[in-house]
């Protein structure tokens, strides 16, 4: 015979109801991971990115219990990686480990087949680097004003190096150009190497380096950092001005940080943000990325998911009035 059902009984039946999803999710959360991670890097092993990326990975490895494999696929400016995590599945098991060229790149290439800001999760940032800007000892002008000053009186006779349409080393000189009010000629290298070869041999006249690039050949004497591009000095070379001291407001970093496919389950996004900014504050992680000339940033998702949109917005318009077009 059916059972009568009360108004009582119904209604704690659909609070039973309400209830359920919260249970699998949070078991979710306690649960994950239960296999290998993956986390993609959009460079080449041994570089900054990757050497970042590599210490996160063995903390959360450490904490987490399982393996957060480090999975390098270089080329399209980051492109390939950042499309190979987009169209993977959003359970937390393959994870993109993103930086400065995907906020560059979305405006840099008319046609991707993604959306970064829409279909990529911000999980957390993780780190900021400082650019410099480095000359030629040789070079007239020792100061950021002396060498616009130079370079005003000398329109288009100053080659400025750039590693790849685009690059940091590109964006970042064409911000100045525009902030500084000078026309510097742009010589473009496939490879850091020889940009630097050419600079130290005085073939082209100033690069906008990332600090870790340039950093020993600074201290050994074989370039002059005139100031580096971050907001505030760096505590690598803590004698060198900002180029913000002369022309204000301008700012420019390199940034890595982590993302997850869009609708990965946000205890899944918390967890790990938790687990990060707990990586960020180890003495020793803090430590190694003082070596690399990074600073932790330890951050919330929806604080990340914040800087993501102001930096996309600011090469916007940077890559806009320059009009620079990826090859």
Avoid at 4 to 19: F, H, I, S, Y
């Amino acid at each position: 015979m059916p059972m009568k059902l009360t108004r009582r009984r119904l209604t704690c039946l659909a609070a039973g109801t309400a209830l359920s999803p919260a249970i699998p999710r949070a078991a979710r959360a306690q649960s994950y991971p239960a296999r290998p991670v993956r986390m993609i890097v959009g460079f080449g092993a041994g570089g900054a990115t990757d050497i970042i990326a590599r210490l996160i990975g063995q903390w959360l490895s450490e904490r987490l219990g399982q393996p957060f494999i480090i999975e390098n696929r270089s080329g399209a400016g980051t492109n390939i990686a950042t499309e190979a995590v987009v169209k993977s599945r959003p359970d937390g098991y393959t994870l993109l480990v993103a930086t400065s060229s995907n906020a560059i790149n979305a405006t840099l290439y008319e046609k991707l087949n993604f959306n970064f800001i829409r279909d990529i999760a911000p999980i957390a940032t993780v780190s900021s680097t400082p650019g410099v800007i480095v000359v030629h000892p040789s070079f007239p002008a020792k100061t950021v004003p002396e060498f616009i000053a130079y370079a005003k009186a000398n329109p288009g006779k100053i080659n400025m190096a750039a590693v790849g349409i685009g690059a940091t080393t590109h964006v970042f000189g064409e911000l100045f150009k525009q902030m500084a009010g000078v026309d510097l000629l742009t010589v473009l290298y496939r490879d850091p190497g020889p940009a630097h070869t050419d600079l130290i041999g005085r073939q082209v006249d100033i690069l906008f380096d990332p600090l870790i690039s340039s950093v020993e050949q600074i201290k050994a004497g074989q370039l002059r950092a005139l100031a580096v591009t971050s907001k505030t000095r760096s505590e690598a070379l803590p004698l060198v001005p900002t180029v913000s001291e002369f022309v204000p407001g301008y700012d420019a970093v390199v940034w890595a940080g982590l993302g997850a496919p869009t609708n990965t389950p946000t205890e899944i996004i918390d967890r790990l943000n938790t687990e990060i900014n707990k990586a960020l504050s180890n003495p020793r992680i803090k430590s190694r990325f003082a070596e690399l000339g990074a600073a932790p940033v330890v951050g919330s998702p929806n604080e990340f998911r914040q800087f993501i949109s102001e930096d996309s917005g600011k090469w916007a318009k940077v890559i806009k009035t320059a009009n620079i077009r990826a090859e």
